[in-house]
């Protein structure tokens, strides 16, 4: 699930075909489906439909595909009319032209071609799902999701399914599911024989909606919508379309899963956010969460990256700036006492996007946690990316005189200015001194850049170990022991944590170097407190993976 | 009085030898908190803080007697087991911590308290404070900072958001009015005690005149409440802001609740819902103190300053 940097195109199951399984050898549901990599927590449309066919829910046969030549070998195979959806998380993919009906595999292709040049949003369609065209005789919605209110999921049933359903309120009927017992099936038949369907279909329905909601307490999904289950002239009782979200607090229960990423997103994940998610996996101190944001790319648009903590107070902050007149290119929360080195990850994660004109960050403003360990990180990412975009960093809290005192005096020489503010300080006034600044800096737009590295990194000279988060995430710590006179050398002692002790006049290693490797927060803290002691001996070569040149698993 | 926990209220802490379990126990203690035991699995027989620890809840109760509420610090996935173990061993009141609690879980959780007649707050919870009594979790980070930050008065909060629940107690407290008590209710989408359900504790508490809440997007918290204010089960002022105007639908925004699906749990929809029900609704965070204090003196409650 982790440690893999799996490409969406690569991760389509190449060979299978969707529809009803041969193979009936006891299984882990979702195996067939969606093992080769399911990028998130909500599913594609022919990934959700690959669960309930293994639940036994008919499917339309079937088969997603990435090409105009796959669409039309597809279309050959399945001998008849088609249908064609796009596979993207939007609710109007028939409005905006994300679903045809190609006659031939040559219309197929031809469409297939221009569907795969679609965008939603900022993101490219990525993968189109060609199906057999169904004679539909009667149309249902089906939705499972979770009612916060009843502390239990609701099974929602409209006997008139297709879009707009979800506005026709007083036609859909709401019926309580158990969370262990499932739907009463007596009262889906009851209400389903209410209806004008005919007789001949409604054990096949009443099996597939009693079969739905049982797949999602299999797989612990957070909502499972058939809209529409169908029936047909040919009198088959068929999943037409399907939206499943697995609740990503138990995607560690599901390996046969396969999802990459436990994020809940509006579109297929960016670079940027797997890389987060891997730094999530890696460092459990805390909480790190990053997700783009969409952006327009208007001339009068200021985007600035935004690093909340908390997820109450970033969203709270993010209302502030954007009330200032900003576009935030991002959302990230840091909280739950991180470390230092989450922190600076988080900030080199915000950082490697291109023009944004500001760094804002900003929580609670009056947060539980230690907050220097945060000013430690944001310190470190600013000092070797040498910001010249103005940062506005609002540290309320505990520690938060420390904090603010670390991150202004580290920054100090850096081309653009890096404030702190506290507990006492609002957000909107934050936000306001925040503009100024970046008006003052004349909005120059941010480039991403390499870290800069002291001359004393890879040194001979130099005293070097390794440190580490997991075997996919290490990085080195190297100590300038040529420049070590007695006030550095204090001072590295002073500020490493227990991690050096003085030897001869110079620092050394106080514990073994397997106990060392573990100290990759206390070391960022180390090179900041000695530089900001006027003794910048230390560096933390720490490089990011999916954001340095490295990437996950590489190393 | 305050509501849900005091100084007279006996404590159990399950996973108090852990990291968080034995800070939090520290805090809590500083705070003024009555916590009696706490428990580990195949730990019984050591101390923490002074505090005895057994091995499961029952042997807890058996050796200190009647437990009112337990807090929970385990990993997440072991929560559900912890906190059906502290329902069936008839605690009243269970305090789930951790973040990340699979939904199904907190479902199971909901099932067994409602049967066994208990409540819970969480997941997810930084905790629960009533300020010179007493806390449960981690809200305050320590004691020193908490017992500046937070001043007893007449105000309620609650809060879908840990760090704003500090936070607006904080900057109310700033403006000259303290607390009752502070409630975190959880940041995720299944929690135990919601909103509405902690208003009307409020509602029930003489000792507090008005109700402060932090509201997100996402879920129906705040239209419940609002629809409880419109029965007329709450009638203490209600004083109310709701992060997420600018988030857009299908994105969560980290907590497990602040997600809109299907149009449903919009920004302008909560503010419309409260603002029908006589609720002051601030458009920006900042506000909210003063609001709160313009409120109480509407109401003819005297505050300090």
Known sequence: ?555 | MAILIDETRRVLVQGITGREGRARTKLMLGMGTNVVCGVTPGKGGQDVDGVPVYNDVAEAIRACGEIDISVVFVPARLVKGAAIEAIEAGVGLVVLVPDRVPVWDAMAVAGCAAGHGSSFVGPNTLGILSPGRGSLGMIGGNAESAKQWFKKGPVGVISRSGGMTSSCAYYIGQAGVGMSTLVHVGGDQVLGLRIPDVALLFEDDPETEAIVIFGEIGGSQEEDLAALMQAGRVTKPVIAYIGGKVAKEGTRFSHAGAIIEGGKGTHAGKVEALTEAGATVVDSFGDLPAATVETLKAAGIAVGR
């Not at chain 1, 279309?75 to 679903?99: D, F, H, N, Y």
């Not at chain 1, 540290?395 to 670390?406: F, T, Y």
């Open chain 1, 1 to 555: 699930m982790t440690g893999r940097s799996i490409d969406v195109i690569a991760s389509i199951p190449a060979k299978t075909t969707i529809g009803p399984s041969r193979d009936r050898t006891p299984k882990t549901l979702g195996a067939a489906w969606v093992q080769e990599g399911t990028p998130l927590a909500r599913l594609h449309e022919y990934q959700g439909k690959g669960l309930l066919a293994e639940s036994g829910v008919a499917i339309p046969r079937g088969k997603p595909c990435v090409t105009p030549g796959e669409a039309r070998m597809i279309a050959e195979s399945l001998g008849g009319p088609c249908v064609m959806k796009i596979q993207a998380w939007t609710t109007s993919r028939k409005a905006q032209g994300g679903v045809v009906f190609p006659e031939t595999p040559d219309e197929a292709a031809e469409d297939a071609e221009r569907l795969l040049q679609m965008r939603i949003g900022q993101f490219p369609v990525e993968q189109v799902l060609v199906e057999e065209r169904l004679p539909i005789r009667d149309e249902l919605f089906v939705s499972m999701s979770i009612d916060d209110a009843a502390r239990a999921p609701v099974l929602l049933l409209s006997l008139t399914g297709g879009s707009g359903v979800e506005e026709r309120a007083e036609k859909v009927r709401r019926l309580p599911v158990d969370p262990d017992e499932g739907v009463d099936a007596s009262l889906v038949r009851t209400i389903i024989a209410g209806s004008s369907i005919e007789e001949r279909f409604h054990d096949g329905l009443v099996d597939a909606i009693t079969a739905a909601v049982r797949m999602a307490r299999e797989v612990e999904a957070r909502s499972v919508e058939i809209n529409p289950l169908v029936t047909t002239e040919d009198g088959r009782v068929i999943a037409a379309d399907s939206r499943v979200t697995i609740d990503d607090y138990a995607v560690f229960r599901h390996p046969e899963l396969g999802i990459e990423i436990a994020r809940e997103l509006d579109h297929p994940p960016t670079p940027l956010e797997r890389s987060a998610y891997n730094i999530e996996q890696a460092d459990h101190r805390g909480t790190f969460y990053f997700a783009k944001l969409p952006t327009t790319g208007a001339d009068d648009e200021r985007p600035i990256g935004f690093h909340g903590a908390g997820g109450g107070g970033s969203m709270m902050s993010m209302d502030a700036v954007v009330g200032a007149g900003f576009t935030p290119a991002n959302f990230t929360d840091t909280s739950g006492n991180p470390s230092s080195t989450k922190v600076y990850a988080a900030a080199r994660v915000i950082l490697h996007q291109a023009g944004i004109v500001g760094y804002f960050g900003s929580g609670s403003g009056v947060a539980s946690q230690e907050q220097h360990h945060s000013a430690y990180g944001l310190a470190k990412a600013f000092r070797e990316l040498g910001l010249d975009i103005p940062a506005v960093i609002r540290l309320g809290g505990n520690s938060e005189d420390r904090a603010v005192e670390i991150l202004e005096s580290a920054c100090a020489g850096l081309p653009a200015p890096v404030v702190g503010f506290k507990k006492d300080d609002p957000p909107a006034r934050c936000a306001e001194r925040f503009k100024d600044l970046v008006s003052a800096n004349g909005e120059k737009p941010w480039t991403p850049r390499e870290r800069t590295f002291p001359p004393f990194v890879g040194s001979d000279a130099a005293m070097v170990f390794e440190i580490g988060l997991s075997d996919a995430w290490k990085g080195h710590v190297w100590v300038d022991l040529a420049s070590c006179d007695a006030r550095a050398t204090a001072a590295v002692v002073e500020h490493g944590g227990g991690v050096f002790k003085e030897v001869d006049g110079k620092p050394a290693l106080a514990i073994a170097p397997d106990e060392a490797h573990k100290k990759d927060s206390e070391m960022i803290a180390c090179e900041i407190e000695c530089a900001r002691a006027g003794a910048p001996v230390v560096f933390v070569d720490l490089p990011i993976p999916g954001v340095d040149h490295v990437n996950w698993g590489e190393r």
